[in-house]
């Protein structure tokens, strides 16, 4: 007599490995496992134990068997019954509860035996159950190797390392796979509409460590066994196929069991916008302790093939034991009642063997779970081709479908529909009853799933996951220094991946990164630059002012962008803004800016000499005032009759020394009208004034004033503003003695020295003659009333003579 055990306990308890050693202990055995996934990676496991010849594979999309195999590995549904074994179990026995599939585990714990031994390995929750139904069964229970904990809701950006993020729909699954992306560099991503190939290789690329983080759906529950430190749920709600409804908490527990490995404890949580779970569910699923199931799902297994209203007649027939629940309508059951209605299929199944194959083509799984109206024409088109005098598929026509789908363009759905589609055909190429050759048509519908797999596992990691900002995450949660290179063009690589380029200090992130990702460059680039940045400080603070440049854009060094200038107390000492760049410490930071304010000072006196002799050369009386306005005015000021006139003769020589001239109309001094000194000036203007400087005049003599340009601009490069000509200082000197002259004997014109002063034309000079006084008359230019310059009455406090009386 057969010993029929049920081995039970929660997630990681050794089940499996407890069942497949007591198979391996008989001379045959057969396993039924609920997915194609969990029985392919149990029969590689036995294969490499046993050996390819001793083992079969026997899934609805996939059969290897060889001649003489002694154990079976299958998917629950694919167990061939008929066959004798001395071992059978069937593994998360459970799922006899559940609405899809339950009726056949059902049906499995009530009929498959082995002949020495039965195990069913499940959850506790079926005990009473499989006690009522199954007479003389045993029980032994299993505990959880490890731990599991929950610690509550946590951010999403801030989950640990070795998590799973559990949604409940493919839109959410990617929405937060993106936000796994940018800002921890990736996830795997897991969907039950995934081909096992596809699954594996992003489970893979979880394993290898090439990622830290899984997005799934509920999927995970079952059949992936990974090194798992916490689950976190995003939802405690999921659509069941009928209506949105909360998570059991056995689902819970089932989902968050992936948690822990072997010895090593989980956790478990949600994420902050799915709530809290109940503390009373929290207690169930830490101490594994439920409320039991109350009923199995049942389907008779009976079937009568007299006719399609027989068939079904039959499958609506109610169970008669206590605890078995009639399941609802299974897609089958409702292809085959909607093929009924057709008149040409009622026509064709006329008679018992007919309606057996009828049957069995509406047994053709529907992958893509939608069970819509497309699908139930194929089924019909299948039939008739079978009811045909052929008795098999056409070549042609199969041939024409499978090529239809073999497309590896498109979106991520639509490469999961086409998968899910040649899963169907797969499983048709499986019945040598029906399709010639089928060991090719095997290989090719193998073959396209296997390309669509590829390709959906190319377009989900070139999706979400971004390997740079990943390997950066994984470097930084090491203590060991990280290896950064610094081409000499900037371009900087940390641990071989760019991230961005360093100038100066000043750390700029690779642009096609925004948000965490570029977070996450700067922080990996901070800390790898370390060695890099102190060596640059130490550079930077022993160069001479030579390797220094000043620019419109601020201070730069060796090509490189440094710090920003901001106006000071006066335009010739503009001051040093904290260098650019998060690179720097603080204290560092504060001894380059005063090495800063000292080059700038530095570049200041060697590129402007005359300039900073003046204004610290040791005059007195008047000239000082002079002098104290002009190196103000950067080198060149209206004339300020007042102060002119008390210069003495001693002044006059001191101040000539200095290279400044003290025309009629203004003060300037020669030198500055150079176009490298005026480019300089005109920036110290710009710092001062806090605005952009307007076109420098550079070479030419006279410009005509620019539309809102300040006046003070012009004379802050060396040139005074009469009527709308801006002209140069020396220039307006000798213009004004070729005016005085022509004057002198009454009304002129213009002359040909005039407009070739200027070089701006008649109407440029006519400006000019008017601003300096000359009235218009009919017979040319007059001498009129000269204007006198109005001088504003200066506070003592203010004036230049105050400053000559300060205390030194």
């Not at 134990?49 to 059969?63: M, Y």
């Not at 003389?136 to 731990?147: A, C, K, L, T, W």
């Not at 994984?474 to 100038?503: C, H, Q, W």
Request: aromatic residues 6%; hydrophobic residues 40%.
């Amino acid at each position: 007599m057969t010993r029929i055990l049920a081995v039970l306990g929660p997630t990681n308890t050794g089940k499996t490995h407890f069942a497949m050693e007591r198979m391996l202990a008989h001379a045959s055995g057969m396993i039924g496992f609920p997915l194609r996934l969990l029985a392919r990676e149990n029969y590689d496991r036995i294969v490499k134990i046993k050996g390819a010849a001793q083992v079969a594979l026997i899934t609805g999309e996939e059969k290897i068997i060889p001649p003489h195999p002694r154990w079976l590995v299958c998917t629950v549904e694919s167990m061939p019954l008929d066959r004798r074994v001395a071992f059978l179990a069937v593994d998360e026995i459970q799922l006899c509860a559940d609405p899809e599939r339950g009726h056949i585990f059902t049906d499995r714990l009530l009929h498959a035996r082995g002949e020495t031994e039965t195990l069913f390995l499940g959850a506790e929750t079926i005990k009473p159950l499989i006690r009522r139904l199954v007479p003389g069964v045993e029980f032994m229970s299993r505990p959880r190797f490890s731990q599991l904990t929950h610690v509550g809701a946590k951010k999403l950006g801030r989950l640990p390392p070795r998590s799973v993020l559990v949604a409940f729909s493919a839109a959410e699954v990617y929405a937060m796979a993106e936000f796994v992306r940018r800002s921890r560099g990736g996830a795997a991503v897991v969907l039950g509409a995934l081909s096992p190939r596809t699954r594996n290789a992003q489970v893979g690329m979880y394993q290898a460590g090439e990622v830290d983080y899984i997005v799934a759906t509920d999927a995970i529950g079952m059949g992936l066994n990974m090194d798992v430190d916490h689950v976190a749920f995003a939802s405690l709600r999921k659509f069941d196929g009928r209506s949105p409804r909360p998570l059991e908490p056995t689902e819970i527990a089932q989902i968050a069991g992936r948690a822990g490995r072997h010895m090593n404890d989980g956790t478990f949580g949600t994420t902050l916008d799915a709530g809290t779970i109940a503390s009373e569910i929290v207690e169930q699923v830490e101490n594994h302790r439920f409320d039991p199931l109350k009923a199995l799902y049942w389907r008779n297994a009976d079937l009568r093939f007299a006719s399609p209203a027989a068939l079904l007649a039959s499958l609506d027939r109610a169970p008669d034991k206590v605890g078995l629940l009639r399941a609802r309508d299974a897609d089958d059951q409702l292809a085959l009642a909607a093929l009924s209605q057709d008149e040409e299929i009622l026509r064709l199944a006329n008679h018992p063997e007919r309606v057996r194959l009828l049957w069995e083509v509406c047994r053709i799984p529907d992958f893509r779970k939608v069970m819509d109206e497309s699908h139930t024409r194929l089924l019909g088109r299948i039939f008739r081709h079978l009811a045909a005098p052929a008795g098999r598929l056409p070549i042609d026509w199969l041939a024409e479908n499978i090529k239809r789908i073999d497309r590896t363009d498109g979106e991520l759905d639509a490469i999961v529909q086409r998968i899910a589609h040649i899963r169907t055909w797969t499983y048709v190429s499986h019945r040598a009853d029906w399709v010639p050759d089928c060991a090719h048509w095997q290989e090719v519908t193998r073959g396209v799933e296997d390309r669509l797999s590829d390709a959906l596992h190319q377009r989900l990691t070139n999706r979400f996951v971004d390997k740079r900002t990943a390997v950066l995450v994984r470097r930084m949660r090491d203590d060991s220094a990280m290896d950064a290179d610094i081409r000499p063009e900037g371009e900087v690589r940390v641990e071989g991946e760019f991230v961005g380029r360093l100038k100066g200090f000043r750390f700029e992130a690779d642009k096609t990164e925004t948000g965490a990702a570029a977070r996450t460059m700067l922080a990996a680039a901070t800390r790898a630059l370390g060695p890099e940045v102190e060596r640059r400080l130490a550079q930077a603070l022993s160069d001479p002012p030579e390797a220094f440049e000043l620019g419109p854009e601020g201070l730069f060094w060796r090509g490189e962008p440094l710090a920003r200038l901001s106006a000071g107390s006066d335009p010739l000492h503009p001051k040093v803004e904290p260098p650019h760049g998060d690179l720097l410490p603080p204290l560092g930071r504060e001894r380059l800016r005063n090495r800063l304010n000292e080059v700038v000072q530095a570049l200041l006196a060697a590129r402007l000499p005359s300039l900073l002799r003046l204004a610290k050369a040791p005059l007195a009386g008047a000239a000082r005032g002079l002098a104290h306005q002009l190196a103000e005015g950067l080198g060149s000021m209206p004339c300020d009759e007042s102060l002119v006139r008390t210069l003495t003769k001693d002044d006059s020589l001191a101040l000539a020394r200095l290279d400044v001239r003290v025309g009629r109309h203004g003060l300037y001094i020669p030198a500055l009208f150079k176009p490298k000194a005026q480019g300089l000036r005109a920036l110290l203007w710009s710092i001062h004034a806090g605005l952009p400087a307007p076109e420098i005049p550079g070479h030419r003599p006279a410009v005509m004033v620019a539309p809102g340009a300040p006046n003070v601009f012009y004379e802050a490069v060396g040139y005074g503003v009469l009527g709308k000509v801006a002209v140069r200082r020396d220039v307006a000197e000798r213009f004004a003695a070729l005016a005085r002259a022509s004057a002198h004997h009454g009304a002129f014109q213009p002359s040909h020295e005039m407009h070739s002063a200027l070089g701006l034309g008649v109407e440029a000079t006519e400006s000019v003659l008017e601003a300096l006084g000359y009235v218009r008359a009919e017979d040319g230019f007059r001498t009129g009333r000269k204007p006198r310059r109005k001088v504003r009455p200066e506070k003592p406090s203010d004036s230049p003579f105050a400053v000559l009386k300060r205390p030194r």
